[in-house]
């Protein structure tokens, strides 16, 4: 099975889709649906985001303020 998938913004009430030369011939489905808008995806993301946060906030350990990472003690062990 063949597949062919374009994702336009039309400006017109005529849409034209050119098809490559397998599909010529062959009986084809057409589905047309609208998408949400890109600024709804992130949205979407920027709320995912603020779970993860909420959710890893539960587990925030305070240190002491003289705490330093060493990278390298860190690989000795």
Known sequence: MNALRQILSPHEHRLQIDLPDEFVGQ??????FT?????????????ADAKLKRL???????LP????????????R
């Open 56 to 62: 890893f906030d539960k587990f925030n350990v305070p």
């Open 35 to 47: 998408l949400p808008e890109p600024e709804a995806a992130v949205e979407g993301a920027a709320s």
């Open 27 to 32: 009986r084809l489905e057409i589905l047309i």
């Open 65 to 76: 303020p003289a705490y330093h990472f060493d990278r390298e003690d860190a690989h000795e």
